[in-house]
């Protein structure tokens, strides 16, 4: 089973940025810890901060991997071409969200993904990742 | 470790009621299941239709589970006072859903638990509870 | 045929409060004239200030009665979960007011239950009971 | 008695538009079903599908009628002028719509009219008038 | 100088409906006091309580009237028709209101005519077309 | 092919007022031009400032024509009647606007009609009628 | 009879500031000609930019005048201080303005003022306060 | 002279819970305190965390109470039943809250119950309740 | 312990305007009882209906008094600046309204002043002074 | 005449996904189809899923193009910065769409670019840009 | 070249109030470091927590100064009497906050203001003063 | 130190597009007088139309730059994504705007960036480049 990973815009400052709300580790050592983990999947991973590219990435992952964990970042609360973009494609995508983004501004509160998601999943830190890969286990 | 699930309104007709939204097993099944899975944990299970009630067991429960896991329903859109109630225990509480609330109408969008709670599990049907619990694996 | 006439908060106290609202006849006095005129109905009838409980209610009638006549006061206008167990139900609700909700505050103009019930009849007084059971007649 | 029962727009195409919604009677039909079933009335029936003439109508069955069953269709959720001359006159009118409009779409959740009426009948279909009739027998 | 005053829907019923209100004086009546007042001005009236036929007046009037006092009534809170109409002629149109709509329901407080209107007399019972009138003088 | 090109309030005024934003070409010569241009239709003209009155033809055109095309004015902003009868009945309609309705006022941006039409065409001028009839050619 | 006018913030620029909008007459020189047309009435007159000093002023202008004509300017639109204070006397209160607020900003359209008012003049310039004054001769 | 003060959802975490907002002292202790400081009253106390328990108290208190101090808690912000409950008898009510709730959550802001009340005390902590019986002495 | 009474707009009129909502006693009748009653405090009194003179006093009462009592009236649903000179200072602020603001108009519901005051008094008429005064016995 | 067709993001799936909203054909062979039939007009075509290349685009066609038809998707109800793109060139763009996007969710029936575009074709399908192209004819 | 800086409500606690949000240095003696630095510049200051007495200074100010450096302080968000000055004066001015307004509640980031005014400098603590003394070097 | 000059999209077309909005000087032209001017500091420029590659930009520039002076143009108004990235980064971030936002659509009155930056500087045109780098001297 093929599985990507497909984190939005910042993630690639996991561990860095803002470490009181997002953790120190960052996402390419977490990871490697998932992979030893589920060693049962295919699992691959892409970051970009360009919205398009996030959605170009959706179409094209649609022929090769049989689920998605989608961090979208702050692209959930905004994007509706990313919604789309997971509602045109066949494979699973599963919403995942490090902070709790309901204890949050206002903005966070909504997501335009979450309605065409299989699930989400929010506020268990790095876990939530964790969590969403022992979905499909 | 000792753990509660906590249901709210109408829970108790899971498996009669609605079944396209919320399938056709009852909980006390599905229930025994997760009990089968997760031996290291003492299961319990409460569920009312009387949001009072869930605060009473929220409060007791604070002195005799380690953790909580609950699904308050249709509570979760309206009641201050199950929210007030999660943030006066100390034992950790994960908000489950069985159905995506997001996807469904305006009033279920907004949770007013999940800010007081450790995170949120939402839409993986009656799998919601079990990657709850192995939150706590 | 039996129905249910089911009440919410503080409609024990009718013909006690608020008189020039809804009226001085007491409704256990108005049930023995609907008793009396619905002689082919076995008319059963049962009142609660808990929210909860008008919810247990609900659920037990759907395996008792043909028919369920709901006046759920306050909680028309803030239970989402009242709504819920209306659509879990099979038994066919209607919903009744004593008073025209519409004329009065803003926050009675919206009813959760309404889309989930066969019907309203709303402003009649006590005769809006009268004319629920005679869409059963 | 004179009832007038008074229908606005496109009420006149009741049997043969959106049938799964309104049902495949015309109301004309329905009409001698209710003079037949209420002898004790003398029953008149005007439609139209503009809003002036509905007032019209409504000032000068003030002097004709001793009640009015109003279905203003869809001037029951924009017109303030019908619900002025509702309250411009003394004969006592009833509003019944035939579907569940707050099961509808938002904009069909407000009546400027009920608030002026002595009460609503919303969602039994044809039957609706029926109950309206009912009320004054 | 020729002046129309053209009236809404239920100004015919004036000094008979809600007289508390509006007063009970005809405004027929009160017209025959204007003119004895203005002799200097031709002044022809006409009301209706359809809102299509208040265009039609006000597009006729704009070749045959130099200015039109114009009370429209419940139209004013919700006629955009009505609005652009007047904005589509030369004649310049004055609003008035008999009661003081600012202090009334909430959307009586709207009116899409005033931006188009030269200006609005609110408030001064029957006196308001005097006032409109004395403009001209 | 029979075709009925039906327009609303102060339509009847066009080449006369605010030409800067509709144009100074009356309808009527503007409609001999398109009859002379779509000769294997069989074009028919309707005006009205009634709301109703649109009503009424939309009912009639059902069995007279094949399409409509519908300029509904300012009742497109606030008319849900309208609304229904376009849904009421089975010729296709299409809503034009000659001004971009969208860069005007707020409440011009809102359309009821436009869900129940098969398609709209804002903002050409008189040529959006013209681009309605090549849909059909 | 004694008149007061009394006029709010900035209208002391009046002939200088936006005479676009506003017009190119002082309220001094304007003045003049009220006194001189109206020269049964006693008229003064006041004017304040601060807020507190037009409550003051309408308060011992209870005591001394028989009418007063109050332009409160962008007051009008921000303060329940005024509105209470007009409603705690018992001398008339006018509003005029000599815009037309209803066709500038929205937040100009809402008059706190006009509630507590015998009545509204809006928009005949400074036309406005000699409308008023005509409602008293 | 016979008090009732009557506590809602949690109050009786008091001294537990959050004891940055709510202080550290139990309610039963501090009841002891007001017991002994007002002899005069004979003082009652109930707590419910049940929103129908709290309807019952209020319904049951007044035939036994000549006054009741009320802090319904979260109730206060989502309840109109007991908003009605509180209207319905004549027994005085006193609202009070220990924190000062317009300094929190919007959600607070509002008080179904303060308009059916005699007055609201809010924000001095415990000693919001000593304030309220102060004013029956 | 020197406190202040500040009092904003048209309290100077209390006991002659609106008697049916605020009293007939002056508050300077008022003043004289409260004086006697707690010989304890040197009481000091200001009124203004000028907002920025409230300010002006918060700022220099900072320096002379332990307490201030404050009712700004009108102001308190407008005036952002006020409450920034109560937060400004260090003498700690009680709000009191003699009227149920709360069952009054809508724009009288919201504070901008609670939040910054130490607690809130609504309701008790005058008595709400004699309460806040208790407050520091 | 040069005129450039301009797509947004998943227009690339075209017949692909959805294809009850969208239809089974895709845009490369609709665009043949268009070439065909439009042999007067260069006709070329670029699509990006990434909103700053649509900007991108849109700048450079600004030189070598005479008309843009832009159907920019999900985008168009988000994107104020393509809105801005296009009201800074000169060349005229049409904006279109597949769908009806007002029988929609609720974010689709706001349209950022409307306001800035010639005129808007929606609701025809792959038509649309048909009709789009026939306007330059 | 003359120049007013203009400072609102409470600004003359500079240095002593909220330290942590306006820092410690009091305007009078930061004034003095900027008269030093900004020799050219004939620099005036006045200072008013009285928002009638700010209008009247920019009224006067228009006669005797060049520019305007206007720290409004909180009337900012709630003034449009202030906001109407500006725009009636010719004298071109500057807005300065001292704190981020943005970074704080809701009702600070509206400025009423700021359409009026050359352009904002918000932010910089006591420096956005010299910058804004800087746009005129 | 060194300092990145960051502009959003179509900046780049400063000069070209909307002159009378955004003068007529090229950004390059600009940043060469700038560059002249501001000899003590190492200015660099980055324009680019993709949000994303704004927030590649502001990553990477952390590790380079001292200070960052970002125009976001339209995307200061939808991005929640640049914000974040703004507040992940420790170089201080100024906004500037060239024009006036708060005088333009409302859409443009809100800045998800400004409550995350030092300070924002709007309106001065192209000089509030200039004002940002003064704030570093």
């Known amino acids: ?15 860095q940025r803002e470490t009181d709300v997002y ?7 977490y ?4 992979i030893a983990d589920f060693t ?10 360009i919205e398009g590219e996030i959605i170009d990435k959706l179409q094209t ?12 970042g702050a692209y959930s609360h905004t994007s509706i071409a990313i919604a789309d973009a997971i509602k045109a ?7 995942v ?6 204890a949050r501004e206002d903005f966070r509160h909504v997501s335009y993904l979450a309605p065409n998601c299989t ?10 990742y964790r969590l969403a890969l022992l979905h499909f286990r």
């Open 89 to 95: 494609i066949d494979t699973p995508v599963i919403e």
């Open 97 to 102: 969200h490090i902070s709790n983004i309901m």
């Open 61 to 72: 992952a649609n022929l090769e991997f049989n689920a998605i964990i989608l961090n979208a």
């Open 40 to 49: 049962e999947f295919e699992i691959s991973y892409f970051q970009s901060n």
């Open 119 to 128: 699930g989400s999943i929010i506020g268990f830190g790095l876990e939530s």
């Open 31 to 34: 990871l490697d810890e998932l």
């Open 1 to 15: 089973m093929r599985i990507l990973i497909l984190n939005g815009p910042s993630l690639n400052l996991l561990g």
């Open 23 to 29: 953790g120190k580790l960052s996402f390419e050592d």
